[in-house]
């Protein structure tokens, strides 16, 4: 496997599931980022993480539950969904998440999830 | 607080044209990164394209360049010799040097007809 993959491609769950969301990549970068793209709406920044740890989560709801074991993983648990919380998730990873304008991201193919 | 609009939702452009996606962006710091990202149906985004705020020349990426106007605060970017396979939503994207994550646009779907 080459780059940033996503699993499971697609989800359906209903509002009462627990699920998770994998990603992992393949290119010795620190930093991981999720995203969260929903329809007619720009990307949206979810949580960033960094060897490890988390720098940045811009006020997501308490449902969504990130996890970085490694820096090669990260994990998205997800619990008591709305159906809002329908869309596409993406990971990303970059080098760094510091250190210069020029620290482009490498995205997964991302994983669509409907909430029943 | 920095911001990215994209005024074209959406465009048409004739196979083997070219085409231009408008991006202009607001900030006020002094040194920042823009970046043009592709997302075809399948999901992923593609990077695409990079242009540092203190470069003196515009960007090329193959049949990717970006125009770019920093006093104007615009980015478009310009692809060439459009083909089939460039249909897709585009994304212009910034990020400041203290390593502020990425902000988006809202994207530009381009559709290339035959």
């Known amino acids: 496997e080459t780059g940033v993959t996503q699993t499971p491609r697609h989800l359906v769950m209903g509002m009462t599931n627990k699920k998770s969301l994998k990603c992992e990549q393949h290119?010795?970068?620190?930093?991981m980022y999720w995203y969260k793209q929903s329809a007619k709406k720009p990307l949206e920044l979810m949580f960033v993480y960094s060897l490890e740890e988390r720098v940045e989560n811009n006020s997501v709801p308490s449902r969504f539950s990130p996890e970085c074991p490694n820096s090669s993983h990260l994990f998205l648990h997800l619990h008591t969904l709305q159906p809002e919380d329908s869309a596409l998730y993406l990971c990303a990873s970059s080098q760094d998440h510091t250190g210069g304008t020029y620290n482009e991201q490498f995205f997964g193919p991302g994983t669509r999830l409907t909430v029943l | 607080a920095q911001k990215i609009t994209q005024t074209q939702p959406g465009m048409f452009v004739q196979e083997k044209e070219a085409v231009t996606l408008d991006c202009t962006y607001d900030?006020?710091?002094?040194?920042?990164?823009l970046f043009w990202y592709k997302q075809p149906s399948s999901g992923e985004m593609i990077f695409l394209i990079y242009q540092g705020s203190y470069d003196q020349q515009n960007a090329t990426e193959g049949r990717y360049s970006l125009n770019f106007q920093k006093a104007r605060k615009s980015a478009n970017l310009v692809i060439s010799a459009s083909q089939l396979g460039d249909s897709a939503m585009y994304f212009c994207a910034m990020r400041r040097v203290d390593g502020q994550n990425f902000v988006f646009g809202p994207g530009t779907r381009l559709s290339v007809l035959p």
């Open positions: 290119l010795g970068h620190n930093a």
């Open positions: 900030t006020s710091d002094p040194s920042y990164g």
